[in-house]
């Protein structure tokens, strides 16, 4: 079973920039969530993919975008990039059938970002 | 609105002793519960989950109380192993409100000391 992939592992930009980041789902899963972990907090839900749709936000701005492909995998795009958005992007898979959540997500190892 | 709360940002057990990791929440539509373990540099891995129908689940060395009156939950290691040494958090989602997102608590970072 392949697990949650995400690429790059760490990403240096300025702000002002874009910046897109990539995540490959478990195999079997076709739900893809997005988080943001700053330093000394949790996770918090940006979005989420399913069937190539966002299927649920959290409280980010429009400038935070996505995109799921048939494949399932899903990018994380970060337009006008601010200090802030420095964290950990966190990519998780889950499944979902006949509408109803899986209720277990399966994390990747992250893409850590700084924003200079 | 911090509606997951871990209210002890560290602990430190002797190896061998019982673990115990608490966790508040505000949101009574919550139904589904989790546990996630984070080591530096790798992404949360799943530990033990639990459903509202449910106030207890074990697995192992590891178990999950829920209190629903109480809005509380925590986790059990028993006996806890230096490996376990890692940042735990706790997350909760509405399943059968079809929401989609689940909330984290800040974490706690547990020390295991051999």
């Known amino acids: 079973e392949t697990g949650v992939t995400q690429s790059p592992t760490h990403l240096i930009k300025t702000r002002g920039q874009q910046v897109t980041l990539r995540c490959s789902s478990q195999s079997g899963h076709n739900t893809v969530s997005w988080y943001q972990q700053a330093l000394g907090q949790g996770p918090q839900f940006i979005f989420q993919?399913?069937?190539?749709?966002?299927?649920g936000r959290g409280n980010f701005p429009p400038r935070f975008s996505g995109l799921q492909f048939p494949n399932y995998s899903s990018e994380l795009n970060v337009n006008a990039l601010e200090l802030d958005d420095s964290a950990l992007y966190l990519c998780?898979?889950?499944?979902?059938?006949?509408?109803?959540?899986?209720?277990?997500?399966?994390f990747g190892p992250g893409t850590r970002l700084l924003v200079l | 609105d911090q509606q997951v709360k871990q209210n002890s940002p560290s602990l430190s057990v002797q190896e061998g002793r019982i673990s115990i990791l608490n966790c508040d929440y505000t949101?009574?539509?919550?139904?589904?519960f989790l546990w996630y373990k984070k080591y530096p540099a790798e992404g949360p891995t799943f530990l033990i989950s639990i459903s509202s129908i449910k106030d207890k689940n074990e697995d192992g060395r590891f178990t999950v109380f829920l209190n629903k009156s109480a809005k509380h939950l925590s986790l059990h290691i028993v006996p806890s192993q230096p490996g376990d040494s890692a940042v735990y958090f706790c997350a909760a989602s509405a399943i059968r409100g079809g929401n989609n997102d689940m909330r984290f608590g800040a974490g706690t970072r547990l020390t295991v000391k051999p």
């Open positions: 993919y399913y069937r190539e749709e966002e299927n």
């Open positions: 998780a898979s889950s499944s979902k059938a006949s509408g109803r959540n899986q209720e277990t997500q399966y």
């Open positions: 949101n009574s539509m919550f139904d589904y």
